[in-house]
T-cell receptor, first 112, second 115 residues
Framework: QKEVEQDPGPLSVPEGAIVSLNCTYSNSAFQYFMWYRQYSRKGPELLMYTYSSGNKEDGRFTAQVDKSSKYISLFIRDSQPSDSATYLCAMSARTGGFKTIFGAGTRLFVKA | DGGITQSPKYLFRKEGQNVTLSCEQNLNHDAMYWYRQDPGQGLRLIYYSQIVNDFQKGDIAEGYSVSREKKESFPLTVTSAQKNPTAFYLC??????????????FGSGTRLTVV
């Protein structure tokens, strides 16, 4: 079993839809959670960073962490064609020397 | 603008050949990293360096080598010992150590193909 599981998709939605992207993990020590967006043939860019549990909002993006369920989510409101990309979750723990574990990514297509 | 520059964007390697991927950053970050990305897999850490003249192996260091002679530069050499080098290689840096506790800044990547 992988430490971090992420549905590869692809996920196809119409423009304006609310998108939900998710990751599950097995290591209860994870406490730092990140979401990256990666456009085709580009490097990932950090989108959201969350420490421990709870929600964090930044514009159209909301990151949610449920440590009791070992489940994190990224919500995109009013999705745009420019949101079409691969979204990677990542997480780390102090006990692991902050070694970052990445999910394989979910490919998202937003249709105009 | 500050950032990470990787070159070349595309690289072709013949069997038995060593190739070097360049990574330069002007973010004044102490820590730098090399990751490998393959379809359907998460990023895998090859090497990382937290300070000049020091570096550590990651999870898949076999067949790779690095140097860190300058803070700004962290080149990766893919040697002939790496049996399956075709992949997308990403260089990253972070302002905190160890290992990007607050996230990484990535370069645009180098696509390496064996011909």
């Amino acid at each position: 079993q992988k430490e971090v599981e992420q549905d590869p998709g692809p996920l196809s939605v119409p423009e304006g839809a609310i998108v939900s992207l998710n990751c599950t993990y097995s290591n209860s020590a994870f406490q730092y959670f990140m979401w990256y967006r990666q456009y085709s043939r580009k490097g990932p860019e950090l989108l959201m960073y969350t420490y421990s549990s709870g929600n964090k909002e930044d514009g159209r993006f909301t990151a949610q962490v449920d440590k009791s369920s070992k489940y994190i989510s990224l919500f995109i409101r009013d999705s745009q064609p420019s949101d079409s990309a691969t979204y990677l979750c990542a997480m780390s723990a102090r006990t692991g020397g902050f070694k970052t574990i990445f999910g394989a990514g979910t490919r998202l297509f937003v249709k105009a | 603008d500050g950032g990470i520059t990787q070159s070349p964007k595309y690289l072709f390697r013949k069997e038995g050949q060593n190739v070097t991927l360049s990574c330069e950053q002007n973010l004044n970050h102490d820590a730098m990293y090399w990751y490998r990305q393959d379809p359907g897999q998460g990023l895998r850490l090859i090497y990382y360096s937290q300070i000049v003249n020091d570096f550590q192996k990651g999870d898949i260091a076999e067949g790779y080598s690095v140097s860190r002679e300058k803070k700004e530069s962290f080149p990766l050499t893919v040697t002939s010992a790496q049996k399956n080098p075709t992949a997308f290689y990403l260089c990253a840096s972070s302002r905190a150590t160890p290992q990007g506790r607050y996230g990484y800044t990535f370069g645009s990547g180098t696509r390496l193909t064996v011909v």
